[in-house]
């Protein structure tokens, strides 16, 4: 496994670990793992970061996840919860596609993992699929397992197969909508995570909304599509006052939150929400907090947000692996405690935005720019600034007609 040391222009100039400990800064642990089972993908979507931008370091990468792995991956997560006494920890099962590691190895590493960290530590299995195999058998398996399961769909067929298409450029959306439609009814209904759709813009809101609803899904994760200033997402021109990305989803905002949506969450407003009421949020990209996550490659590489694929080759690396270092190594390389650190780790212009402790400088991938790195404000700045100012807005005239102090 290469080693990908940081560039030194990737990260702000302040980071230096050894002053940040100096300074009485402690690293965070671990509390989320994702595991990516498979590297492979049995979709060509077009807009995905993996196989598609910067990076292109899973060609050389095993398929799936030998057992010595994930025995290796389990005893760092053992090692980890022990050393911090953690007493509850996130697995995620991703890829690739995790689904063609197929139910042996999915069963092996949740029974594994759950072995070694015993009944005193809760764990919470998750997978994430693009619901083309999603099937009887696997929602058996994970209604054995206790795996939540949520599934990428980007709206109704024309919406979904605009980019999420099979390798020959044939549809999803049909395969996709027979997964889902077993996971949301009984006797599976009870592990329906969610359903995470990816903005197009292309595609109009309220229908893409409209036809996600039909699922009655728990919870909608809406996702910017990746980009950076060197390469944008489309429509986000750098240097444009335009927020295109903020008013397709306060279309969606402005119906949910009539209560329109019936049991229906979406997770980017209630995050955005949340940071206007007590300033912290729990996903990565909004607020200051501190990211506590960790990905392990299908060869045991340990790295940062898979995300960063998007921005250059071997931006999420760190050089550790499981067979050989502890996750505690990782916290302490730049990229992971660049996203520790809150406000510090911010660009000028973020730290003086009047609504830097909800944004908190967007997604990190997001931000990069080639030979800048990562100490700008998100490509998106004018969209979310928009958008946290328009649902601020709403706040305030609900607490003002409520009769609530704002």
């Known amino acids: 496994m290469s080693r990908y040391p940081a560039r030194d222009s990737e990260w702000p100039a302040s980071l230096n670990i050894d002053t940040l400990i100096k300074n009485g800064w402690k690293p965070s642990p671990f509390r989320q793992f994702v595991i990516k089972l498979h590297s492979r993908c049995d979709l060509a979507c077009r807009y995905c970061y993996v196989y598609t931008m910067a990076d292109g370091r899973w060609r050389s990468r095993p ?21 911090h006494g953690l007493t509850a920890v996130d697995i995620v099962l991703h890829g690739g596609e995790p689904l063609l590691a197929g139910g042996e190895l999915i069963q ?22 693009n619901g083309l195999r999603l099937d009887r058998d696997f929602l058996r398996l994970f209604d054995a397992l206790d795996v939540e399961v949520s599934v990428s769909v980007d709206g109704d067929r024309t919406a979904h197969d605009r ?44 229908r893409t909304y409209e036809a996600l609803l039909e699922f009655d899904p728990p919870v909608i994760d809406f996702l910017l599509p990746h980009g950076n200033w060197s390469a944008p997402p489309p429509r986000r021109d750098a240097d444009s006052a335009e927020t295109p990305y903020a008013d397709w989803l306060i279309a969606i905002f ?24 007590d300033g912290r949020s729990r996903v990565e990209g909004l607020g200051t907090g501190a990211v506590g996550f960790v990905v392990v490659e299908t060869d045991g590489a340990i790295e940062q947000s898979d995300m960063l694929a998007s921005a250059y080759e071997g931006a999420a690396a760190t050089g550790l692996c ?68 328009h649902v601020r807005a709403r706040l305030v005239t609900h607490l003002t007609s409520s009769g609530e102090p704002a």
Request: proline share 6%; aromatic share 6%.
């Open 108 to 129: 092996y590493v949740v029974g594994r993992i759950r072995a070694a960290l015993g009944t005193a530590v809760r764990s919470h299995f998750a997978v994430q699929t």
């Open 322 to 389: 499981v067979a050989r270092d502890p996750f505690d190594s990782a916290l302490l390389t730049p990229g992971i405690a660049a996203r520790q650190i809150g406000v510090d780790a911010l660009s000028p212009t973020c730290r003086s935005c009047d609504l830097r402790d909800q944004c908190g400088g967007g997604l990190y991938p997001h931000r990069y720019r080639a030979g800048e790195g990562f100490a700008n404000p998100s490509v998106y700045c004018p969209d979310l600034y928009r958008l946290i100012s």
């Open 163 to 206: 980019n999420r298409r099979r390798p020959g450029g044939r549809g999803s959306h049909a395969d996709v909508v027979r997964g889902v439609r077993l996971l949301s009814r009984e006797p599976y209904r009870r592990l329906f995570g969610g359903l995470l759709c990816t903005v197009d813009l292309r595609n109009p809101p309220e």
């Open 254 to 277: 402005d119906r949910w939150s009539e209560g329109l949506g019936h049991r229906t969450r979406i997770r980017l407003f209630e995050e955005i929400l949340r940071t206007l009421v």
């Open 63 to 83: 398929r799936v996840m030998s057992r010595e792995t994930v025995d290796h991956v389990t005893d760092r997560i053992a090692e980890h919860v022990a050393s």
